[in-house]
């Protein structure tokens, strides 16, 4: 028999990592050929650097971040690719219990506090083109808060989002889970937003690599698209959660109480205001495949937040960076090897908190349509 | 940015900002970086301090351990800090000669150094900064050429507006774009761009 393919996959230890751990674990891998060799890695940064040198074949990515690196944003511009999302929803805004203390309990107390005394608070996000800075700013720019002018707005790692909430250093983040629901179990903060509640059903996490990988080893790419969705499929029953709750809480991933991990998984919600329920729009990693397919109205979207804050100067052919960067055919044969359904259109339509319409039909004017945008330079230092 | 070019003056030491959040890998690189003639401003152990440190001592280089979380930190500060971007050096003890080699020609903004003594230290933060400033220079020049296109079609789309709403001529609309652009002070780019905004609201 031939030895399978090896192939080097990096994560963040995070809730929604469990595709990629997951499809190792269970061997998924195996049946597909390929043996997957998953690496830790200590920062975003770390995987990016990573893809790009080659260190890494394939990671576990802030869909924003592959999207940034593409238009070389903080680095030289360099090719990439989207082989599938891994999920939607599951991340959430976590506010200090000593915002709750001064009478904020949702988005509209928060922004009247901060219009009060404006510059006063900090927040915080995961890395600065990532999903969690765009939703942190959406949401705060929803309620007419800039995230540049009204308040201090810096980048953290996430396991460290809870001590520095605790220690009063930053008043709130946008973070992945199991960070939120930590905050609420050591009773230092509360969950004033969930990111569905941003933007019902919108896109995570990717399976990202390097123009190249994809390029030079289509089979290989193909067969691991094929061993993480097989593991979306398992991550979509109850049991399937409960094992990666299981799997995650150990000391080589997460390194927290199962249960801490598992409520969110499972959709149960509390807010740590007195506030419990069971989400609609919780994350989802399979879909019967709608969550997995690369559509390229979601790619095209980080690129209108990327004008929208400045970190483009100007408006990029939207349509074609999303179409060279997600791979829709790829995609569509891995899933047909499966059985697994796969939409005919490549776009889908969205209606995000304020109310606006997202389909990918008029990118530039969706961009330019925000009351509050602008740059994201300080001039100090 | 670096040390003054005029050869009169004595050179400035260059000041670099350690993070690391293990002190003692932290110490050895700071004793080898004093050896090699860098001024040392900082050691910081964790992200949260590192905004305020690195506007207030304003670092020449800022040298962080590859394993750091708090490289994230890093990326958001030299993204959203305009005046003054600078060098992100990397250090590992373990990174071989091939990840330098890889991670210098993808032209990530991060080098690694292996290895901490102070002879093999100073050539590779100059060939960082080296790189670092040309870099920037490209970076500059490639933005210049995007905003100059951006503002020719911005120009040629305020015409069309123009011509469309009152019925000028090219030449016409042009002459007034100008005139508007005198009256005010700005670029041309600048007024089509504000004059294609308040057409967008009405």
Redesign the interface.
């Known amino acids: 028999m031939r030895e399978p393919h090896r192939v080097r996959v990096g994560y963040i230890p995070l809730t929604d990592c469990a595709p990629v751990v997951m499809a190792a674990l269970k061997g998924h891998d195996r049946r597909h050929g390929i043996h997957i060799e998953l690496t830790r890695a ?5 995987i ?2 990573g893809l ?4 890494l074949d394939a990671a576990h990515a802030l869909y924003g971040l592959v999207y940034g690196v593409e238009m070389g ?4 511009p ?1 090719a990439m690719a989207v082989l599938m999302t891994l999920n939607r929803n599951g991340q959430a805004i976590t506010l200090t219990r000593r915002l709750f203390e001064r009478g904020v309990t949702d988005g509209t107390s928060f922004a009247r506090l901060i219009r009060a005394d404006p510059r006063r608070y900090t927040f915080a996000q ?3 083109t990532g999903t969690h800075a765009l939703w942190l700013y959406y949401w705060l720019a929803s309620h007419g808060v800039h995230p ?1 002018r009204d308040i201090g ?5 996430p ?2 989002m809870v001590a ?1 909430l605790a220690s009063g ?2 008043d709130g983040y946008c973070a992945g889970e199991p960070w939120n629901a930590h905050a609420v179990e050591r009773g230092t903060g509360f969950t004033v937003a969930t990111s569905q509640g941003i933007w019902p059903e919108h896109p995570e996490k990717v399976l990202a690599c390097a123009e190249p990988f994809v390029s030079a080893q289509p089979a290989v790419a193909c067969a691991l698209i094929r061993a993480v969705l097989e593991a979306c499929r398992d991550l979509d029953t109850e049991q399937g959660r409960r094992e990666a709750a299981q799997a995650l809480s150990g000391p080589d991933y997460l390194d927290v109480p199962a249960m801490v991990l598992e409520d969110r998984l499972q959709g149960r919600y509390v807010d740590g205001l007195g506030g419990a329920w069971v989400d609609a729009h919780p994350v989802r990693f399979h879909d019967h495949g709608q969550v997995n397919y690369p559509w390229l109205s979601d790619g095209m979207w980080f690129l209108t937040q990327f004008k929208r804050w400045g ?1 483009l ?3 990029p052919d939207y349509v074609s960076v999303a179409r060279r960067v997600n791979r829709i055919a790829l995609y569509r044969e891995a899933a047909a090897e499966l059985g697994i359904p796969t939409p005919e259109a490549e776009m889908r339509s969205a209606v995000l908190m304020d109310g606006r319409v997202w389909d990918g039909s008029a990118p530039q ?1 969706y961009a ?1 349509g925000f009351a509050i945008q602008g740059m ?6 | 940015m670096p040390r003054s070019k005029d050869p009169s003056t004595a050179p400035e030491p260059l000041r670099v900002m350690i993070v690391d959040s293990d002190p003692e890998r932290s110490r050895n690189l700071r004793g080898a970086l004093t050896l090699a003639g860098y001024r040392v401003v900082a050691e910081l152990r964790e992200s949260i301090a590192l905004p305020d440190a690195v506007q207030g001592l304003k670092p020449h280089i800022v040298i962080v351990a590859a394993d750091s979380p708090d490289r994230d930190t890093l990326e958001h500060i030299s993204l959203t800090t305009r005046n003054a971007p600078r060098p992100v050096v990397m250090f590992t003890q373990d990174g071989g000669a091939e990840t330098i080699r890889a991670a210098v020609k993808a032209g990530v903004s991060a080098y690694v150094v292996d290895g901490l003594s102070p002879e093999r230290i100073r050539p590779i933060l100059e060939v960082a900064c080296a790189r670092f400033e040309a870099h920037q220079a490209l970076a500059e020049r490639l933005a210049e050429t995007e905003r100059k296109l951006a503002e020719r079609k911005a120009v040629e789309r305020a015409k069309g507006l123009l011509m469309q709403r009152r019925g000028l001529s090219e030449d016409e609309a042009y002459r007034e774009l100008r005139r508007l652009a005198m009256q005010t002070g700005k670029r041309l780019g600048e007024v089509a761009e504000t004059l294609l905004a308040a057409a967008h609201l009405l």
């Open positions: 200590p920062s975003w940064a770390a990016r650097d790009i040198t080659g260190a944003i903080g680095t030289s360099q995961t890395f600065p540049f707005n810096l980048t953290v790692s396991p460290q520095h250093s930053i970190l100067a100007s408006h004017a330019e994201m330079w300080s001039d100090a230092a």
